[in-house]
């Protein structure tokens, strides 16, 4: 019933700026909280930033490789999720990946099983 839809990834040089997008169906996100992840190749999926209920300041995070370069927001009138990225760098390519917790969840950790849903994957690769 739940479904994650991810778009927006491709091919950049380093500095470039690509926004991901993640359309939630069957899904209520205004308040629960969601978050990207990635996976690189031969490496364990990481999480990227996450949001929480609020939506706002204070109510989001950032690893340290992204803080500064990447922005998380999400437009709940059409239940959708978005991770901005700029300034991105060879060490950005991976897949990356939309995930949400429970409907109700207002708060998550970077932790993979505090999300029960997830997207299919984008792909994004950075050249130099």
């Known amino acids: 019933q739940v479904q994650l839809v991810e778009s927006g990834g491709g091919s950049v040089e380093a500095g470039g700026t690509l926004t991901l997008s993640c359309r939630a169906s069957g899904y209520i996100i205004s308040n629960t909280c969601m978050g990207w992840w990635r996976q690189a190749p031969g490496k364990e999926r990481e999480p990227v930033a996450r949001i929480d209920h609020t939506g706002g300041r204070g109510g989001t995070f950032y690893a340290d490789a992204v803080k500064g370069r990447f922005t998380i927001y999400k437009d709940n009138s059409e239940d959708t999720l978005y991770l901005r990225m700029n300034n991105l760098e060879p060490e950005d390519t991976a897949v990356y990946y939309c995930?949400?917790?429970?409907?109700?969840?207002?708060?998550?950790?970077?932790?993979?099983?505090?999300?029960?849903?997830w997207g299919q994957g984008t792909q994004v690769t950075v050249s130099s």
């Open positions: 995930a949400a917790r429970e409907r109700g969840r207002r708060y998550c950790r970077p932790q993979r099983d505090d999300f029960p849903y």
